[in-house]
């Protein structure tokens, strides 16, 4: 950290790190982490490779017309809804680069890196919810899905 103290980094502190008012914690625990996921490139690469010929095999012995109509008809969803979701995720783009600049200016940064999106804007303010608190939140705001949802 800024004052050269280590800090423990593991999938559980992580973003406990990333969220530090600490920009030099924020960076080391960002770029300690994938630099360990970067070890494993080539077989990240080799993995994802496989499955993208393996979805592609399947969608042709199957005669879909493309791995992706394959992998929505699981879910029964139309290959228009996919697009659909795309299509409003780019229209509201823009909303999320302002909030983006924004976020730089309220933080004071000349630039902006990925480990700077959690640490907290308002200072002095923890929000913290243990999971069976969060859980029940979850339950209640799904009853008006339905008892089958």
Not at 50 to 62: I, L, S, W
Not at 94 to 106: G, S, V
Not at 137 to 146: D, E, N, R, S, Y
């Amino acid at each position: 950290d800024k004052d050269g103290n280590t800090h423990s980094l593991t999938q559980g502190t992580f973003i406990k790190c990333l969220e530090s008012d600490d920009r030099v914690l924020r960076k080391s625990a960002f770029e300690n982490l994938y630099k360990a996921y970067g070890a494993y490139n080539n077989t990240l690469s080799a993995t994802l490779a496989g499955e993208v010929k393996k979805n592609v095999f399947n969608a042709r012995t199957h005669h879909y017309e493309s791995a992706r109509a394959a992998a929505l008809s699981n879910n029964h969803l139309p290959e228009t809804v996919y697009d659909n979701l795309v299509k409003t995720v780019h229209e509201y783009l823009p909303l999320l680069h302002r909030y983006t600049k924004l976020r730089k200016e309220l933080l004071g940064l000349d630039d902006m890196k990925m480990y700077d999106l959690y640490t907290p804007l308002v200072k002095d303010v923890k929000f913290e919810m243990p999971y069976e608190e969060a859980k029940d939140w979850m339950v209640k705001a799904l009853q008006p899905m339905g008892e089958e949802y």
